[in-house]
């Protein structure tokens, strides 16, 4: 039963377009099923009704016309209950409504589920049989573990905007939903969708219209002569080291290259309009799923068999056809995951965005984005990859979200956002030489936050106080191998000298989690709680403490280091670095290096640092508070992942709380404490974390002016207050409401962002 799931699945992805799919639902559960009739129906939000979308067994003629409001009929009932309904008798029932256009009265039982995406209802699935019988229990598990796996199938046919033709409306307003992923890289873009995808990955390939015809059957039917050639080579080779019986296995090859159903299919592929390549996924999609679905092991592992064809025929079309797509202007490069050479080779004059199915803000890709100032969104699990290639999109890299062929509310609503945005960059420049500054007088510490020279070089005149964090990750996630410590010594240098005497927070390297590192592979079932951060430099003192004695020798000279430890889930880690950093000092003075011996922070991103604040306060000299970190593992919410984004906000009153707490600490002991998070970008949460009465705030240099401009407006009294009323909420929702109102009322609305 795994098998037939898997298989109709795959074969559903890899459709043309939301009608396909659907056609592909309808056709393969009734088979697989034994029952009479399967239908999908689908709701229509404009017209409050559910359509009948696709038969197997009713009037095909019904398809599209028969429609139910959402109160009526039985297919209304499983939709406003959300559960399953198992009939013997479907007419004996008081919500049962006859259409005479479906022929549907031969069927006396009746099976519906929902179909159910993130909480939202996208229609029903109907299983019907002529038959009197209650359907039994593994039937009905079947149907809802189907209907709830076709879920996330239909929403990304729905996504790629291929609904034009069906019986919806090509307005349809689920074609409209945006696609949420995690933020990569701020900014918004509007442009059009080019598909990366790797050579010889077939499932990656998108689907592409095609002007010739003729040519694109030659490329591939050249393409399978290829292949059956290089398969006769082979067989020849091993003619003699295998025996005659598994020899015959080439055989088998050959006849599979001369399948009809690999040969004509992907030829009527392409005369419907798709390029050599595409109409060769989908056939080869369809033929591994027959396999697929066999019982029998033996001919289950042909499916592999096939696919290996695929990718032979597919590797030669890429060698005759080469990518010789032209890069127009605003592209917006799509993919499952993109490669940082993928991301070069587009020219930086004409990429507008990125968008990635898989990955997160510390991909490579999102730090290339963000050095060329790119806006990008990552980890789009819903994005259809294969469907989007030419089509328009939004990429909203602020919210972390896209919008693919935006109707033209949402345009207008993106257009005015750009506007606005570059009129408040404008507006707010003159803040740059102004300090932060409260008007009942007290000074904020703004800093940056950097991590390649492209950040540094774009807060040096930033009108910042320094920089707040500097992740030290890069250079060691772009290597083949653990950077030397000279080579380390230079790139600190870099970030150290141009501030100096204003202080440069160096964090030690914090990978791990998600952020690996290509040379030193680690396995884990549950990264985020594993080795990284300190835990992985103190197991390992030779990488830290070239790290550490880099870091001071860069040092010497510029007297404006502080040194930043992540992850700090226990004190011993604190004193254990302390004894490391003496020892790297000692070592250092005996070479004669004149060392300047920084003070020591801890990050507080750990709840356990939160309880432990009043300790860490005392022995460290400053702190910092990951605001990232400490909400994902707060809220138990992984940062990266796109599923439980809504879940995901530094506003949760336990997040402030926390922060409170920590605040507290720190001020009891009298030592500094900055937030380095998001949140301190945020203009709303600028607010609270004045009012708890942070030192200093350390953020993108993109933000640095927009809270300047919050700082300047509020008093630190105003600000307490809003923290008093905030802290009494429970609704993060409610809460940023209340903030949005007080920029507002204080002039600075036009800090509140559209979707946050
Ligand atoms: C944080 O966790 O808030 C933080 C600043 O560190 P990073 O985002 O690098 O994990
Ligand atoms: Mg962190």
Same mark, same amino acid.
């Not at 795959?10 to 309808?26: C, P």
């Not at 080869?284 to 799923?289: G, H, L």
């Not at 606005?420 to 409260?438: F, H, K, M, N």
């Given at each position: ?582 020892? =790297?000092? #000692?070592? +250092? %003075? ?5 060392? &300047?011996?920084? /003070?020591?922070?801890? *990050? ?114 105003? =600000?307490? #207050?809003? +923290? %008093? ?5 429970? &609704?993060?929702? /409610?809460?940023?409401? *209340? ?18």
């Amino acid at each position: 039963m795994l098998q037939t799931l898997h298989s109709i699945i795959q074969e559903v992805n890899a459709a043309r377009g939301l009608d396909h799919a659907l056609k592909i639902i309808a056709k393969r559960v009734a088979d697989s099923t034994h029952v009479d009739v399967c239908s999908v129906y689908l709701v229509d939000p404009d017209s409050q009704e559910y359509v009948l979308m696709a038969t197997r067994g009713l009037n095909p003629e019904s398809v599209g016309r028969v429609r139910l409001r959402f109160d009526e009929g039985l297919v209304g009932l499983v939709g406003e209950r959300k559960e399953v309904l198992n009939l013997e008798d479907a007419e004996a029932h008081p919500r049962f409504r006859y259409f005479p256009e479906t022929g549907e009265e031969r069927f006396h039982s009746f099976l519906g589920a929902p179909i159910i995406h993130f909480r939202r209802l996208l229609g029903v699935l109907v299983v019907q049989q002529t038959e009197r019988r209650r359907f039994d229990e593994e039937e009905v598990a079947f149907i809802v573990t189907m209907a709830s796996q076709l879920s996330g199938a239909i929403a990304h046919s729905e996504a790629s905007g291929d609904a034009q033709g069906g019986a919806l409306p090509s307005s349809h307003s689920l074609r409209r939903r945006a696609l949420t992923g995690v933020p990569g890289s701020p900014g918004v873009a509007m442009g059009t969708a080019m598909v990366a995808y790797s050579p010889a990955d077939l499932y990656a390939v998108p689907d592409r219209p095609v002007k010739d015809v003729g040519r694109e059957i030659e490329l591939f039917t050249s393409a399978l002569e290829g292949v059956k050639e290089e398969v006769r080579e082979l067989a020849d080779r091993l003619a003699d080291a295998v025996p005659s019986d598994e020899h015959r296995l080439f055989e088998v090859y050959l006849r599979m290259l001369e399948s009809e159903s690999l040969t004509e299919g992907t030829i009527e592929r392409i005369r419907g309009g798709n390029w050599a390549s595409g109409a060769l996924r989908e056939s080869i999609s369809q033929y591994v799923s027959v396999f697929d679905e066999m019982e029998d092991p033996y001919l289950r592992e042909r499916a592999s068999d096939i696919r290996d064809i695929g990718r032979r025929i597919l590797m030669r079309l890429q060698l005759d056809t080469g990518d010789s797509r032209a890069i127009p202007e605003g592209t917006v490069l799509v993919g499952e995951e993109i490669s940082a050479s993928q991301l070069a080779e587009i020219p930086t004059d004409r990429l507008a965005g990125v968008v990635t199915a898989r990955g997160s803000g510390n991909s490579h890709v999102a730090i290339l984005a963000r050095a060329l100032n790119i806006p990008a969104v990552m980890g789009v699990s819903e994005l259809p990859v294969g469907r989007l290639e030419g089509k328009e999109m939004i990429v909203d890299g602020y919210a972390g979200r896209i919008h693919v062929e935006p109707g033209q509310d949402v345009r207008k609503e993106y257009r005015r956002l750009l506007r606005e945005d570059s009129e408040l960059a404008a507006g707010l420049e003159p803040l740059r030489d102004e300090v932060a500054q409260t008007p009942c007088g007290f000074r904020m510490g703004l800093y940056a936050n950097t991590g390649l020279m492209s950040d540094i070089n774009a807060s040096i005149g930033s009108g910042c106080d320094g920089i707040g964090l500097h992740r030290t990750e890069f250079p060691f996630m772009v290597r083949e191998r653990f950077p030397g410590e000279d080579e380390q010594t230079l790139v600190y240098r870099q970030v150290l000298e141009p501030f100096a005497p204003r202080p440069v927070v160096l964090r030690t390297l914090d990978v791990g989690g998600d952020k690996p590192l290509p040379y030193f592979p680690v396995r884990e079932e549950n990264p985020f709680l594993g080795w990284r951060g300190i835990r992985l430099t103190l197991d390992h003192p030779e990488i830290f403490l070239t790290q550490l004695r880099a870091m001071l020798r860069a040092n010497s000279g510029c007297g404006n280091l502080r040194l930043l430890l992540p992850m700090v889930s226990r004190m011993s880690e604190l004193d254990e670095t302390r004894a490391l950093l003496e020892r =790297a000092r #000692e070592e +250092l %003075e005996e070479e004669g290096v004149a060392v &300047d011996m920084p /003070e020591v922070g801890v *990050m507080v991103e750990v709840p356990s640092a939160v309880y432990q604040a009043e300790r860490l306060a005392e022995s460290a000299d400053f702190i910092s508070i990951g605001s990232n970190d400490l909400t994902q593992y707060l809220l138990a919410v992984d940062r990266n992942n796109a599923r439980v984004a809504d879940l995901y906000d530094e506003l949760h009153p336990a997040v402030l709380e926390a922060l409170r707490q920590t605040v507290d600490a720190a001020c009891r002991h009298d030592k500094s404490v900055t937030v380095c998070g998001a949140m301190a970008g945020d203009p709303a949460a600028a607010i609270l974390l004045l009012g708890m009465g942070v030192t200093g705030l350390s953020m993108s240099v993109s933000s640095l002016l927009k809270v300047k401009w919050v700082i300047r407006s509020f008093s630190c009294d105003d =600000a307490s #207050e809003l +923290l %008093e009323r905030a802290l009494l909420m429970d &609704d993060p929702a /409610e809460i940023r409401k *209340m903030l949005n109102q007080a920029l507002d009322q204080a002039g600075l609305g036009g800090l509140i962002r559209a979707g946050k």
